[in-house]
């Protein structure tokens, strides 16, 4: 592609970030960060960045994948500069809060389920389900080849569907105790 003037990207710019991609930039900028000011400054970097280096991108059709890799490799930069590590996922109470990325009308079972899964797990079925990416968008964003991506869901599933039956087991279990005690 040749390089584009400044008004010429912007304008290309303005016609790529659509409604859309903004929103899964921002939920996935959310879902990393777990909180609103970090999620904020990480996304407005990631976008400078993106519209900075436009010219790099070879197949418009890729903007949402590409955006979303800026914004997972400006994360991911973040963290190694302040030698930190993120939360664990069973701190991360930010899936479906009240101020976050919507939930998509998830169960509460589901997303207690959803916390309790390995971050790559949980990553991969927030970027396929909550953000709507095909598995060859995932794959790219995460730097991963598709089949990867296939591979890592069909585990995240199963892993969810034990989870879900094990919750469902636990109440049906208190819930026959308390039959038995006469509650």
């Not at 916390?115 to 995460?142: A, C, F, H, W």
């Not at 591979?151 to 199963?158: D, G, I, S, T, V």
């Amino acid at each position: 592609m040749p390089r584009m003037r400044d008004p010429q990207r912007q304008e290309l710019f303005e016609q790529l970030l659509t409604q859309d991609v903004y929103r899964a930039a921002w939920n996935y900028s959310w879902r990393l960060c777990n909180r609103r000011e970090d999620a904020e400054d990480l996304l407005q970097e990631a976008l400078v960045h993106a519209l900075r280096k436009l010219d790099q991108l070879k197949d418009m059709a890729m903007f949402k994948s590409w955006l979303l890799s800026i914004v997972r490799t400006r994360f991911l930069n973040g963290l190694r500069a302040q030698k930190a590590r993120p939360q664990t996922v069973e701190e991360m109470p930010h899936i479906g809060g009240e101020d976050g990325p919507g939930t998509g009308g998830l169960s509460p079972e589901l997303l207690t389920a959803m916390l309790k899964l390995p971050e790559n797990q949980r990553e991969i079925l927030e970027m396929y389900y909550m953000d709507g990416l095909s598995m060859e968008e995932t794959g790219e964003v995460l730097g991963i080849a598709s089949s990867v991506v296939r591979q890592r869901l069909f585990r995240a599933r199963r892993a969810i569907r034990r989870l879900l039956l094990d919750a469902v087991g636990a109440r049906q279990g208190e819930k026959m105790a308390r039959t038995r005690l006469g509650e």
